[in-house]
């Protein structure tokens, strides 16, 4: 499995017994390279813009599923013994463990996540240096998209390689230059934050909850966990406590890395309504306010920042659903799948960032809670188990409710929609899919309570 070879990067050794701190900070620091990516730079920005003078809940339920969950789900992956998304998954059903997982490697790879990366990369780090008749064109967009993707393609044929070019040497430049915008836009802002747009006004915590689904990293944490389990069994370490504890240490590194730019992100987009307005997407936003602070110095330092951070993103993606499919349908060369999605994620990319975005929306809101789910019931699986009732019952009830709100999303309201705006707690609040999840997860437990009634008296 490919996989194995682009989870092993040279410059991580890691001893039989356990691992340093400066070992595990490299560890962290390949993680936060990876989960950093387009969503991880746009929408903080966006939601500072919209959140206003409600920035401060605004951004702690952004935190919550930007960071939180993602870390979280690393955990989940590092207990879990010689498991991945698809043996956590099939807890709820044969069925389900099989076309969940595929759903999910489709989001964040060509679908969704991969084209994002090249779109944004374009539109903020490219577009503003191009004219604008050839942006009106599209030849540039065109033209890049197949460099970008072409790169991609070759670099993620090698994947060993890669991960040791993400930790010494694009992750530290990806840092600098973030900490340079961050660090004038802060200390120069360009104005005071305003009010905020009606969709902050009310719960400003529940709706940046939901704006952390745009970035996949709670998604991405199934995938990406597998990043520091193989490395740490590449070299020998086999105990599961000591999975668990690198797992924490490397997940708490890069969740603190990304909660302070993702800050940082989110006050720009706050004080940038007075010199901007409010404008479409992030991109905009962080394109004009480099624009404004470094003229066209900032405009290439944000290209150069951009590219990094999409394209390490990018590379990961692929690798990580080529090697799946190839895991899946093994007929199938490595290869043959890194062009394929390659090809596809070219050709959606150029669709645009806004309606990449919109497209995806739906999706993410119909799958989200039913990660979250699977998530949490992992952390609980020494108390949970693995082959009770639990699983299937709390992941069916949350994702009825979630599933209603996807089709609902995509701007097809269902009559059901009514009666749970009615009846269930949250429900208008995006959060709908919480109470359902736990009372399924309640019957499920009373099932298990008998069926293990029924295997006590079998003995």
């Not at 802060?186 to 909850?209: H, R, V």
């Not at 708490?252 to 409010?278: D, N």
């Amino acid at each position: 499995m490919r996989l194995e070879y682009y989870l092993q990067p040279n410059f991580i050794v890691l001893k039989s017994t356990g691992i340093s701190p400066k070992e595990t900070f490299f560890i962290g620091l390949m993680l936060f390279a990876v989960f950093f990516g387009a969503g991880n730079l746009i929408f903080p920005l966006s939601l500072g813009q919209a959140a206003g003078d409600q920035l401060v809940p605004a951004i702690l339920g952004f935190l919550l599923t930007g960071v939180g969950l993602p870390l979280l789900g690393v955990i989940a992956i590092g207990m879990a013994k010689n498991e991945d998304v698809q043996s956590i998954s099939a807890r709820v059903h044969p069925v389900f463990g099989l076309l969940f997982p595929v759903i999910i490697y489709l989001t964040i790879g060509p679908l969704f996540a991969v084209p994002r990366t090249g779109t944004v990369s374009y539109e903020i780090g490219i577009a503003p240096l191009l004219t604008d008749s050839l942006r009106a064109s599209g030849l540039g967009g065109l033209v890049y998209s197949v460099i970008y993707f072409g790169v991609t393609y070759l670099l993620s044929l090698n994947p060993g390689k890669v991960v040791d070019r993400i930790g010494k040497i694009l992750t530290p430049v990806l840092l600098l230059i973030l900490f340079v915008l961050l660090i004038v836009s802060i200390t120069n802002p360009l104005g005071s934050i305003q009010a905020p747009l009606t969709a902050y006004e009310y719960a400003p915590f529940f709706k940046g909850f939901q704006e952390g689904y745009l970035t996949m990293d709670t998604i991405g944490s199934f995938i990406f966990g597998l990043i520091v389990i193989n490395a740490i069994r590449a070299k020998g370490v086999e105990a599961p406590k000591s999975i668990a504890k690198v797992c924490l240490s490397a997940g708490l590194i890069a969740a603190s890395g990304l909660a302070l730019v993702y800050v940082g992100l989110a006050y720009t987009g706050a004080t940038s309504v007075t010199a901007l307005g409010h404008v479409e997407n992030g991109g905009i936003i962080i394109s004009t306010v480099t624009q404004l602070q470094f003229g066209v110095f900032g405009s290439l330092l944000l290209g150069v920042a951009i590219i990094f951070a999409c394209l390490t993103t990018s590379v990961g993606l692929i690798v990580a659903c080529a090697s799946y499919f190839n895991k899946l349908r093994p007929g199938i060369s490595y290869k043959t799948y890194v062009l394929v999605l390659t090809i596809v994620s070219a050709i959606i990319s150029n669709v645009g960032l806004t309606q990449i975005i919109s497209f995806s929306v739906p999706v993410l809101v119909a799958i989200y809670p039913m990660v979250i789910v699977l998530i949490i019931l992992s952390l609980l699986s020494p108390v949970v188990g693995k082959r009770n009732s639990i699983y299937p019952w709390s992941v069916l009830f949350a994702g009825i409710v979630s599933l209603v709100d996807g089709v609902n999303a995509a701007g097809l309201e269902l009559e059901i929609s009514k009666l749970f705006a009615e009846y269930l707690p949250l429900y208008s609040l995006g959060m709908g899919w919480l109470v359902p999840a736990i009372v399924g997860g309640f019957i499920g437990y009373l099932f298990s309570l008998r069926n293990r009634e029924v295997v006590l008296a079998s003995e």
